[in-house]
């Protein structure tokens, strides 16, 4: 039998997190594949699986989709052959910029022009994409507001955003949901979810590296050392100044009655984290459906401030709510909450009532809350060596305010830690 014709060789884009695996975050080996479709080195996960042998959920690190029974795993071969060829390219394209340099062009020949999508630089690209998407989030947004768009209005601004996708970004990149979904009310929330994932996938591939180069520009421009580079994010040695709120500073702590299933806390609880895949909690009308957990301490008088290391988590949101805060609603969207949220794609805003008030592209590492229910104020800062002013608004001191937290909750790992105040 004869074999495949093989064709002319196509050039493919790719970057190592095509071909990562999320447990190792390295180049998939010995890949296998899920019955949900997800691929993951066949070591990592197996050990996965033994490090939760006290509960046997078979479950999935990247959906949460758990299997009765430990599923078999097979080599994904088609997989592993691409991995290895991605590794072939990285090693033949590291050669070759070692290599001699190439003579001059002859001028006679004049080189083919790219098309003009291609000439632009690829965080120009990153950029474009992610305000098309945010252009979608709105639209989306608008659609579960009290006052909805009417059909006509939405199937015209979907229109006009697949015109604006047309031109210069390839539709191939959109999820199949968001193309084939109509703007029912049964099916916006999955496209809002399911924009928000993407959003998540362009702050990763294009946000990390800007701060990456960004950090190391700082560093060798203000101290120069032969010592390595740390990460972004990281803590540096940096004295801190005394806190103006030092002697109304408290250290709140997590409430496990209001803790989501998809949530974890540390023994002091105040750390919390999104889970691997959901925790068997008792269930309780008082627990949050969302990735939300309030505090145990609730204020009705008095000043109060604590601080929220955010460093750890990609999308999250800081504020108070009270307790009756309805369970499956999203903190900052009712009338009782109110909050700051790092959306993960360059936007700092800050909501009530469903409504957004974008304040800036600055990402705060740590956050501190100012609740001063005397004024019936709450402010927000941006704590480094010392508080930078952010935002504030009035809220309502007719029934108790808890300290609220969201985790935006498709990766596993995000933190937020409440900063202990009592070594300041």
Request: with cysteine.
């Amino acid at each position: 039998m004869a074999g495949f014709d093989s064709g002319p060789a196509i050039p493919v884009w790719l970057n190592e997190d095509d071909l990562g695996c999320i447990i190792c975050r390295g180049l998939l080996n010995s890949p296998v594949t899920l019955p949900c479709g997800h691929s993951f080195c066949s070591s990592c996960l197996k050990n996965l699986w033994d490090a939760w042998r006290e509960k046997p959920r078979w479950a999935c690190p990247t959906c949460r989709e758990c299997a009765p029974q430990k599923p078999p795993l097979r080599k994904n071969t088609m997989l592993q052959d691409l991995a290895d060829k991605y590794s072939r390219a990285v090693r033949e394209l590291e050669a070759g910029r070692s290599a001699a340099p190439r003579p001059a062009p002859d001028p006679a020949r004049r080189p083919a022009q790219l098309p003009a999508a291609a000439q632009r630089s690829i965080p120009e690209v990153g950029r474009e994409l992610a305000e098309l998407v945010e252009q979608l989030v709105d639209i989306t947004r608008n659609l579960q507001s009290q006052r909805p768009l009417s059909q006509s209005e939405a199937d015209n601004e979907l229109s006009n955003l697949g015109m604006a996708f047309s031109h210069g970004v390839d539709l191939s990149l959109a999820s199949p949901k968001l193309v084939t979904s109509n703007t029912s009310e049964g099916k916006t929330r999955d496209v809002l979810l399911a924009l928000e994932e993407i959003q998540e996938k362009l702050r990763e591939n294009f946000m990390w590296k800007e701060a990456v180069e960004k950090q190391t520009r700082e560093e060798l421009l203000e101290t120069p050392s032969t010592s390595s580079c740390p990460l972004p994010d990281q803590n540096h040695s940096v004295p801190k100044k005394t806190s103006r709120f030092a002697q109304r500073a408290i250290s709140p702590t997590f409430d496990l009655r209001s803790l989501s299933c998809s949530l974890e806390v540390s023994e002091d609880h105040r750390t919390v984290t999104v889970s691997h895949w959901p925790q068997s909690y008792p269930w309780s009308h008082e627990r949050f459906k969302a990735c939300q957990v309030l505090c145990s301490q609730a204020f009705s008088s008095g000043q109060q401030y604590w601080e929220v290391d955010t460093q750890h988590c990609s999308h999250w949101a800081v504020g108070v709510a009270s307790w009756e805060m309805s369970r499956d609603q999203i903190l900052g969207r009712t009338r009782d909450s109110w909050c700051v949220e790092w959306t993960g794609t360059s936007r700092l805003s800050a909501w009530h009532m469903a409504k957004e008030l974008v304040l800036s592209s600055d990402r705060p590492g740590v956050v501190g809350i100012w609740l001063d229910l005397e004024a019936k104020k709450l402010a927000f800062y941006a704590v480094a060596n010392q508080e930078k002013f952010l935002y504030e608004c009035e809220v309502s001191a007719s029934y108790p305010l808890h300290p609220a937290f969201w985790l935006y909750g498709l990766h596993p790992g995000n933190s937020l830690i409440i900063n202990s105040q009592e070594t300041k």
